[in-house]
Protein backbone atom coordinates (compact mmCIF):
# COMPACT_ATOMS: atom_id res chain seq x y z
CA UNK A 1 0.00 0.00 0.00
CA UNK A 2 1.87 3.54 -1.46
CA UNK A 3 0.91 6.56 0.15
CA UNK A 4 -0.08 10.33 -1.67
CA UNK A 5 -1.44 13.57 0.12
CA UNK A 6 -2.08 11.54 3.56
CA UNK A 7 -4.48 9.41 3.04
CA UNK A 8 -3.81 5.77 1.30
CA UNK A 9 -4.31 5.10 -2.74
CA UNK A 10 -4.87 1.17 -2.37
CA UNK A 11 -6.00 -0.36 -5.64
CA UNK A 12 -9.84 0.52 -5.99
CA UNK A 13 -11.91 -1.99 -7.51
CA UNK A 14 -14.20 0.55 -10.41
CA UNK A 15 -16.61 -0.86 -12.91
CA UNK A 16 -14.67 -0.67 -16.50
CA UNK A 17 -15.27 2.16 -18.75
CA UNK A 18 -17.66 4.14 -16.32
CA UNK A 19 -17.90 7.52 -15.27
CA UNK A 20 -17.56 8.54 -11.79
CA UNK A 21 -20.29 10.95 -9.76
CA UNK A 22 -18.95 11.80 -6.55
CA UNK A 23 -21.62 12.79 -3.99
CA UNK A 24 -19.65 13.40 -0.66
CA UNK A 25 -17.38 12.43 1.15
CA UNK A 26 -17.45 10.66 4.70
CA UNK A 27 -16.20 9.18 7.79
CA UNK A 28 -13.96 5.60 7.01
CA UNK A 29 -17.35 3.75 8.89
CA UNK A 30 -19.16 4.67 6.06
CA UNK A 31 -16.74 2.46 3.71
CA UNK A 32 -18.94 -0.62 2.27
CA UNK A 33 -22.63 0.83 3.04
CA UNK A 34 -24.21 0.57 -0.74
CA UNK A 35 -27.72 2.33 -1.46
CA UNK A 36 -30.08 2.14 -4.06
CA UNK A 37 -31.67 6.03 -4.82
CA UNK A 38 -34.43 5.86 -7.40
CA UNK A 39 -32.96 2.94 -8.86
CA UNK A 40 -29.39 4.28 -9.22
CA UNK A 41 -26.24 2.76 -7.46
CA UNK A 42 -24.68 4.07 -4.67
CA UNK A 43 -21.41 2.98 -2.65
CA UNK A 44 -18.89 3.97 -0.07
CA UNK A 45 -15.60 3.38 -1.20
CA UNK A 46 -12.58 3.63 1.32
CA UNK A 47 -9.96 6.34 0.78
CA UNK A 48 -7.37 5.80 3.38
CA UNK A 49 -9.10 8.01 6.71
CA UNK A 50 -12.47 8.84 4.37
CA UNK A 51 -15.00 7.15 2.33
CA UNK A 52 -16.26 8.13 -0.58
CA UNK A 53 -19.69 8.21 -1.92
CA UNK A 54 -20.00 7.50 -5.38
CA UNK A 55 -22.23 6.25 -8.40
CA UNK A 56 -20.98 5.36 -11.50
CA UNK A 57 -23.12 5.58 -15.12
CA UNK A 58 -22.49 5.84 -18.40
CA UNK A 59 -19.24 7.75 -19.53
CA UNK A 60 -20.93 9.40 -22.54
CA UNK A 61 -23.74 10.91 -20.98
CA UNK A 62 -21.55 12.71 -18.53
CA UNK A 63 -18.96 13.48 -21.22
CA UNK A 64 -17.58 17.28 -21.28
CA UNK A 65 -20.28 18.52 -23.80
CA UNK A 66 -22.84 16.16 -23.17
CA UNK A 67 -22.91 17.29 -19.39
CA UNK A 68 -22.88 21.05 -20.53
CA UNK A 69 -25.65 20.52 -22.82
CA UNK A 70 -27.36 18.43 -20.42
CA UNK A 71 -27.34 21.17 -17.29
CA UNK A 72 -29.60 23.06 -19.39
CA UNK A 73 -32.47 20.55 -19.15
CA UNK A 74 -34.50 21.40 -16.22
CA UNK A 75 -35.78 18.06 -15.82
CA UNK A 76 -32.50 16.47 -15.55
CA UNK A 77 -30.87 18.77 -13.45
CA UNK A 78 -33.47 18.38 -11.27
CA UNK A 79 -33.30 14.41 -11.08
CA UNK A 80 -29.71 14.56 -10.86
CA UNK A 81 -30.07 17.11 -7.48
CA UNK A 82 -32.73 15.17 -5.86
CA UNK A 83 -30.78 11.86 -6.02
CA UNK A 84 -27.26 13.58 -4.83
CA UNK A 85 -29.56 14.92 -1.73
CA UNK A 86 -31.16 12.13 -1.00
CA UNK A 87 -27.95 9.96 -1.59
CA UNK A 88 -26.30 12.14 1.01
CA UNK A 89 -29.28 11.95 3.35
CA UNK A 90 -29.26 8.46 3.52
CA UNK A 91 -25.66 8.39 4.15
CA UNK A 92 -25.52 10.84 6.71
CA UNK A 93 -27.46 8.16 8.71
CA UNK A 94 -24.21 6.44 8.96
CA UNK A 95 -21.64 8.49 9.37
CA UNK A 96 -20.40 11.90 9.54
CA UNK A 97 -20.90 13.45 5.99
CA UNK A 98 -19.62 16.58 3.56
CA UNK A 99 -21.71 16.93 0.60
CA UNK A 100 -19.48 17.29 -3.11
CA UNK A 101 -20.65 20.08 -5.00
CA UNK A 102 -23.64 18.85 -7.84
CA UNK A 103 -22.38 16.94 -10.67
CA UNK A 104 -18.86 16.39 -9.31
CA UNK A 105 -18.34 14.21 -12.39
CA UNK A 106 -15.46 12.02 -13.27
CA UNK A 107 -14.76 10.46 -16.55
CA UNK A 108 -12.80 7.96 -15.18
CA UNK A 109 -11.37 6.37 -12.47
CA UNK A 110 -8.04 7.37 -13.02
CA UNK A 111 -9.54 11.09 -13.10
CA UNK A 112 -10.80 10.12 -9.30
CA UNK A 113 -7.68 8.37 -8.19
CA UNK A 114 -6.09 12.12 -9.38
CA UNK A 115 -8.40 13.89 -7.45
CA UNK A 116 -7.89 11.82 -4.56
CA UNK A 117 -3.92 12.77 -4.28
CA UNK A 118 -4.58 16.47 -4.89
CA UNK A 119 -7.40 16.88 -2.38
CA UNK A 120 -8.12 14.04 0.27
CA UNK A 121 -5.63 16.09 2.84
CA UNK A 122 -7.96 19.11 1.65
CA UNK A 123 -11.53 17.22 1.92
CA UNK A 124 -9.99 15.57 5.67
CA UNK A 125 -9.98 19.06 6.94
CA UNK A 126 -13.26 19.95 5.70
CA UNK A 127 -14.83 16.73 7.66
CA UNK A 128 -13.53 17.93 11.11
CA UNK A 129 -14.72 21.05 10.26
CA UNK A 130 -18.32 20.81 9.40
CA UNK A 131 -18.80 17.06 10.75
CA UNK A 132 -22.05 17.43 13.34
CA UNK A 133 -22.73 21.05 11.93
CA UNK A 134 -26.08 21.92 10.29
CA UNK A 135 -27.51 24.77 8.02
CA UNK A 136 -30.24 27.14 8.27
CA UNK A 137 -31.36 29.76 5.76
CA UNK A 138 -33.18 32.24 6.37
CA UNK A 139 -35.47 33.91 3.70
CA UNK A 140 -36.61 37.46 3.83
CA UNK A 141 -40.12 38.83 1.75
CA UNK A 142 -41.89 42.10 1.67
CA UNK A 143 -45.57 40.79 2.34
CA UNK A 144 -47.48 37.90 2.86
CA UNK A 145 -45.68 35.21 0.89
CA UNK A 146 -45.73 31.18 1.63
CA UNK A 147 -42.85 28.93 2.23
CA UNK A 148 -40.07 28.45 -0.83
CA UNK A 149 -41.38 25.46 -3.07
CA UNK A 150 -40.63 22.12 -2.22
CA UNK A 151 -37.95 21.46 -4.65
CA UNK A 152 -34.72 20.58 -4.71
CA UNK A 153 -32.83 22.80 -1.84
CA UNK A 154 -29.39 22.23 -3.66
CA UNK A 155 -30.53 24.00 -7.25
CA UNK A 156 -32.97 26.40 -5.21
CA UNK A 157 -30.45 27.39 -2.63
CA UNK A 158 -26.92 25.88 -2.61
CA UNK A 159 -26.59 26.86 -6.23
CA UNK A 160 -27.26 30.48 -5.11
CA UNK A 161 -24.04 30.37 -2.18
CA UNK A 162 -21.82 33.79 -3.13
CA UNK A 163 -18.55 33.26 -1.55
CA UNK A 164 -18.95 36.58 0.10
CA UNK A 165 -19.46 36.49 3.91
CA UNK A 166 -21.35 39.72 4.73
CA UNK A 167 -25.36 39.58 4.74
CA UNK A 168 -26.57 41.48 1.24
CA UNK A 169 -28.30 44.76 1.40
CA UNK A 170 -32.05 44.77 0.15
CA UNK A 171 -33.23 46.47 -2.14
CA UNK A 172 -36.35 47.66 -0.20
CA UNK A 173 -37.20 51.62 1.36
CA UNK A 174 -34.58 52.21 4.13
CA UNK A 175 -36.75 51.10 6.70
CA UNK A 176 -37.23 47.59 5.38
CA UNK A 177 -34.22 47.21 4.12
CA UNK A 178 -32.54 48.62 7.15
CA UNK A 179 -34.29 45.76 9.36
CA UNK A 180 -34.18 43.01 7.28
CA UNK A 181 -30.10 43.48 7.60
CA UNK A 182 -29.93 44.21 11.18
CA UNK A 183 -31.87 40.76 11.26
CA UNK A 184 -29.68 39.04 9.29
CA UNK A 185 -26.51 40.24 11.33
CA UNK A 186 -27.96 39.31 14.25
CA UNK A 187 -28.59 35.94 13.58
CA UNK A 188 -25.08 35.70 11.92
CA UNK A 189 -23.56 36.69 15.59
CA UNK A 190 -24.42 33.13 16.75
CA UNK A 191 -22.77 31.11 13.29
CA UNK A 192 -19.43 29.30 12.89
CA UNK A 193 -20.34 30.42 8.80
CA UNK A 194 -22.77 32.58 6.84
CA UNK A 195 -23.34 32.57 2.89
CA UNK A 196 -25.53 35.29 1.11
CA UNK A 197 -27.14 34.05 -1.59
CA UNK A 198 -27.46 35.55 -4.58
CA UNK A 199 -31.19 37.07 -4.60
CA UNK A 200 -34.61 35.36 -5.93
CA UNK A 201 -36.28 37.02 -9.02
CA UNK A 202 -39.85 36.22 -6.86
CA UNK A 203 -41.89 39.03 -6.08
CA UNK A 204 -41.34 40.09 -2.95
CA UNK A 205 -38.03 38.23 -2.45
CA UNK A 206 -35.71 40.09 -0.28
CA UNK A 207 -33.05 38.23 -0.34
CA UNK A 208 -31.72 34.63 1.67
CA UNK A 209 -29.11 34.33 4.27
CA UNK A 210 -27.56 30.88 5.00
CA UNK A 211 -26.21 30.61 8.54
CA UNK A 212 -23.68 27.17 9.80
CA UNK A 213 -24.83 26.23 13.17
CA UNK A 214 -23.07 24.43 15.39
CA UNK A 215 -25.31 21.38 17.41
CA UNK A 216 -27.55 22.87 19.84
CA UNK A 217 -27.58 26.53 17.77
CA UNK A 218 -31.23 26.34 16.02
CA UNK A 219 -32.79 27.58 19.23
CA UNK A 220 -30.54 30.66 19.72
CA UNK A 221 -31.36 31.77 16.07
CA UNK A 222 -35.50 30.80 16.22
CA UNK A 223 -35.55 33.06 19.37
CA UNK A 224 -33.43 36.07 17.93
CA UNK A 225 -36.02 35.32 14.87
CA UNK A 226 -38.59 35.30 17.16
CA UNK A 227 -37.61 38.69 18.88
CA UNK A 228 -37.69 40.44 15.25
CA UNK A 229 -40.85 38.87 13.80
CA UNK A 230 -42.95 41.16 15.36
CA UNK A 231 -41.40 44.46 14.13
CA UNK A 232 -41.13 43.03 10.73
CA UNK A 233 -44.42 42.26 10.34
CA UNK A 234 -45.28 45.99 11.47
CA UNK A 235 -43.34 46.95 8.48
CA UNK A 236 -44.30 44.56 5.97
CA UNK A 237 -41.59 41.95 6.22
CA UNK A 238 -42.19 38.19 6.08
CA UNK A 239 -39.51 35.76 7.40
CA UNK A 240 -39.01 32.01 6.91
CA UNK A 241 -35.92 30.00 8.38
CA UNK A 242 -35.46 26.67 6.53
CA UNK A 243 -33.63 24.07 8.10
CA UNK A 244 -32.06 21.65 9.46
CA UNK A 245 -29.63 20.81 6.33
CA UNK A 246 -26.52 19.38 5.51
CA UNK A 247 -23.58 21.67 4.88
CA UNK A 248 -24.68 21.59 1.03
CA UNK A 249 -23.60 25.34 0.80
CA UNK A 250 -20.75 25.08 3.08
CA UNK A 251 -19.38 22.14 1.82
Not at 76 to 81: D, N, P
Not at 224 to 247: F, H, K, N, Q, V
Amino acid sequence: MSKSGGASSAARVYPAGRAVLLYAFAGPELAGRRFSIEGRRVQAIRCGRLALLVGFADRETYAGDQLERRRGDANWLRTEARIHELAVERASAHAPVVPARLLSVYGSSEALEQAIRAASVRWSRLLVRLAGKKEYVLHAFFGPHPAPAVESYLLRVSARAARSSRVPVPKAPPPIASAVQALWKACAANAGAVRALQRPTTRGALGSVAYLLDEGGEETLRATLADAAAAGSALGITYYLEGPRLPFTFS
